[in-house]
């Protein structure tokens, strides 16, 4: 297996099985056509990358019907709207004079907040359907996928650019080398670009291998970051923890000795060297405590379906493509998934084929149980849902640990 950044050779692999993809909810009459993959990951012991080893082309992920819309959480908005802000009090000194790029622009949660202000922006979005919505709020969008060649003709167009973001995106792209030349043609030379990502530490950490499905083709650490992006010129020199998507890192590149390299950067690298992500051994330990975690989720709900309990799914996410299928959950052990987000609703979840329903539902039923499968916005679902609880109901979580929530834990959670 070679790596795809710097072609070094591994034979460790993580293997998840036949998988389908995260985002592609189908109807019933869809099933025979649905498209399957393998699933397995690799640790580049010379980069330092986690990856995926086969991902499907990108059309099949990200085309006109794409399901995955950021502006589905409050928090989400919310984060996006304070990172808009951070960006305008930070690195944008004129307004007029500014010009701000987002590779992956989605529904325009970001770029709306420069559009309302006047700022020239231009969000690149691939999916039409998400890109329509941005247009539809004021953002300039592109519908093509970012690389050396649209960076070149944005470049003739429209000059070089203060701000380039990427959030949740970067890890989607298989060639990263063609956009790292992008960025660098593309940044000003006191330019900054700033991208996050789930971050491996955390997923380590939290054994939350359910971040690993076809759309993210890398983990990264700060390590694999500072590696790909050096050899075209652009260095790290800041890093920020986020608590969005079950624990990210913010990075900020600028080209080399732009930008004063901040402390947050030694420690994030020792932080690293500490917890041993530059090592495979740490990934052998991860494999079989992804084995554990299955083991024990697949033990419970067993346990609940043959004392009669029933249920149910929270969140029909891209993250629980990978729990249920990886663990071969299906129908008999959970009911139904419900989900705010009308393009899964009527549809049936990939590979495992559970009903996916509206969420208004969930309000209604009274199931005994629900699995918090986007378990990253955990505070905001516990606020909502205080009633499940008093209606009887129970949460199952597999995040950090297999476990049934007591009321009163839940309470108690600290927000993020
Ligand atoms: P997210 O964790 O961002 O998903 P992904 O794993 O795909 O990155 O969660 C988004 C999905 O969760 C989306 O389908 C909407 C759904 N959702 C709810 O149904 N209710 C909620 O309260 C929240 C926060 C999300």
Known sequence: MRCRICQYKSEFVISFGKMPLANHFLKKEDFDEEYFFELATMFCDRCKTFQLIEQPKPDKMFHDNYAFFSGTSKKMEAHFEHLAKYYQEKFITKPSESFV???????????????????????????LNVAEVARQQGVNTIS?????????????????????????????????????AGIKLLLKPNGVFVFEDPYLGDMIEKVSFDQIYDEHVYLFSANAVSNIFLPYGLELFNVERQTTHGGSMRYYLGHRAAHAREESVDSLFLYEKDKNLDIVETF??????????????????????????????????????????????GPDLVEYISDTTPIKQGKFSPGMHIPVVPYERFKRDDPDYAILFAWNHETEIF?????????GGHWIKFVPNVEVLEQKSCASLPSD
């Open 101 to 127: 790029v987002e590779l992956g622009s989605n529904d325009g949660i970001m770029l709306k907040h420069f559009s309302k202000k006047g700022i020239d922006h231009i969000g690149i979005e691939p999916s």
């Open 144 to 180: 093509k996928f970012f690389d050396e060649n649209l960076a070149k003709e944005l470049y003739l167009r429209k000059g070089q650019a203060d701000i380039i973001s990427a959030s949740n995106v970067m890890c989607h792209i298989p060639d990263l080398k063609s956009v790292a």
């Open 284 to 329: 052998y330990n991860f494999s079989k405590n992804c084995v554990k975690k299955k083991k024990n989720l697949i033990h419970m709900l067993s346990e609940l379906k043959e004392k009669n309990k029933r249920v149910v799914g929270y969140a029909a996410t891209s993250k629980s493509t990978t729990v249920l299928n990886y663990c071969d959950i």
């Open 383 to 391: 606020e909502k849902e205080e009633d499940f609880l008093k209606r």
